[in-house]
């Protein structure tokens, strides 16, 4: 993608979210978007080219910086806190998309909650059980495939199986987390973090946090001593949610696969 186009998208995706405001406090060739007077996202031209430079956790940083060519350290700011991207093949419009959210959030998240946007948040958060399979296929835009009526059925029936469903308050299904409680014989019961999506429109709201925290709950109540879970790790704002609720990043482990049994 071309410098021009990731400043364009990142500066109309940074005017979407609440009490976001633009200035130029650096010059007119320089567009500043602040949320609560605290900047996440400048726009600019560093040696004539269009470039982004955007808030983001260090390890993040780290791992784009490794992935991308044309993501560096933040050009004159905080180079652990900032990066900056300017036009390359690897950039995506969903990598510019998922990082400028990122940013905003990251900042959002330092504010007093006094001082944070209000937003529209979820009105219900359910277990659903293992008689209402036809939920979770009713909200089948929510998981990677189309859910089954017998592939829904199998996994509520299963003991230590749980799914939480987040509602909006017109009652449509916004998010989920599902959770297996695992046991071995030499250690204590623990949480398993299967899956967590949020429709898209629903993201950045504290949804993803909801749904975690329902699930912890749920651990606990079921005498678990521990949860866990993997991703990617150029998922930054996967990984920033689960830091942000005091979970650990272990970045010397590895995902083991067999597709074929």
């Given amino acids: 993608m071309e410098g021009q186009r990731i400043q364009s998208l990142a500066m109309r995706i940074a ?39 955007l808030k983001c956790e260090p390890e993040y940083a780290t791992a784009l910086r490794q992935e991308h060519e044309s993501i560096v350290p933040g050009y004159h700011l905080n180079k652990r806190h900032w990066i900056t991207i300017a036009g390359g093949a690897s950039i995506t419009d969903d990598l510019v998309q998922d990082l400028v959210i990122n940013a905003y959030e990251l900042v959002v998240e330092s504010l007093p909650k006094k001082k944070r946007p209000a937003r529209a948040t979820v009105h219900d958060l359910r277990i659903v059980t293992a008689d209402d399979p036809a939920t979770l296929v009713a909200n089948s835009a929510l998981f990677d495939h189309q859910v089954s009526a017998e592939g829904a059925a199998d996994f509520l029936s299963r003991p230590g199986h749980i799914l939480f469903l987040a509602l909006s308050p017109d009652g449509e299904g916004v998010g989920f987390v599902s959770g297996v409680e695992m046991r071995h014989p030499d250690k204590q019961p623990e949480m398993f973090v299967y899956e967590l999506g949020v429709d898209k429109d629903w993201r950045r709201r504290g949804v993803a946090k909801a749904l975690l925290g329902a699930l912890r709950g749920e651990a606990r109540s079921r005498g678990c001593t521990g949860m866990w879970t993997g991703t990617e790790a150029a998922n930054g704002p996967a990984i920033a949610t689960y830091q942000s609720m005091g979970a650990t990043v272990d970045t010397a482990s590895v995902f083991i696969t067999w597709d074929k049994l």
């Avoid at 609440?18 to 031209?45: C, H, I, R, Y």
């Fill in 15 to 53: 005017l979407e979210f609440p009490e976001v405001t633009q200035t130029n406090p650096f010059g007119p060739d320089s567009e500043v978007f602040k949320v609560a007077d605290k900047m996440f996202l400048l726009a600019s031209d560093v040696n004539a080219e269009p470039v982004i430079t």
